[in-house]
């Protein structure tokens, strides 16, 4: 949970419903948002300890060092190398493009991990890969966005595979359960100072801007569940979410 995500959003904003506010240019807004300077993570200790949390929960998911893993708009993804040594190859799939040319340049020397664009996903090989993890991304994406993500996820991953879909936002969890989940990870791990001190620039922040303007998109359980149907797979809730946010939900989904 980063301090992006504690602000209010717009009440109506669901994939289950016809959305209020999102336009095409929705998509571009929000990489754009995240191609900036932005002040997403409160310190880099957050910053560093949100990656690492979820190299961890990604690798609870791989069965295999043979496995192809596919992370699906993975951002800065500082702990990727152990993700990658926990299996034999790594795609790490990236729309905006400063955080793409990072990602080249900080794992160019890491034989495992390919750095990608969203559309060379489409040039990949069907049936190629074991494990898509996507990750605190669909909330950024309008219907068609996210039902296109989905057909280009079920062409690559093979019969047996699976695909992790984590951090949605079920329509009742607001933005004190964030806070408090922002909070909690902050105390356990020692930047309880920087993220009281993130709270207010959020609030003050592009972010909130944008998110007030733009929403984040939610989902209910049955909802994604059926969304994840219509695109041809089958899918059940995790036990627990992604990373630090329990009041969150990942899915679990296959052919
Ligand atoms: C909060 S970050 C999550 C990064 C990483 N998966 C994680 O768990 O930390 C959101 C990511 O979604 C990407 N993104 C934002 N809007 C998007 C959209 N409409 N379509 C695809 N990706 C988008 C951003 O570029 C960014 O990498």
Known sequence: ???????????????????????????????????????????????????????????????????????????????AAKVADACAKLYLAEPAPRVRGRLNARFAPNTKIR?????????????????VVMNGVAQYMTPAELDSAFEVIHR?????????????????VGMIRDVLALLRFAATDGFLRDALIGLISTALSDYRQLRKRIGLQRCSQDEMIAKLGAAGFSAMRAPRNIGHNPWRMTFVAHH
């Open 1 to 79: 949970m980063s301090a992006h995500d504690l602000t209010h959003d717009l009440p109506t904003c669901s994939w289950g419903q016809e959305p209020c506010c999102r336009t095409p240019n929705a998509m571009n807004e929000w990489i754009d948002y995240y191609d900036s300077t932005h002040t997403i993570y409160v310190s880099s200790l957050h910053r560093d300890l949100h990656f690492e949390a979820i190299a961890r929960d990604i690798i609870r998911y791989i069965t295999s060092p043979d496995a192809v893993v596919l992370d699906y708009a993975c951002g800065e993804a500082l702990s």
């Open 156 to 172: 690559l991953l093979k019969p047996a595979g699976r695909f992790v879909l984590g951090d949605i936002l079920p329509p009742g």
């Open 115 to 131: 750095v990608r664009s969203l559309d060379d996903l489409k040039k990949m090989d069907e049936n190629s890969v074991d494990l």
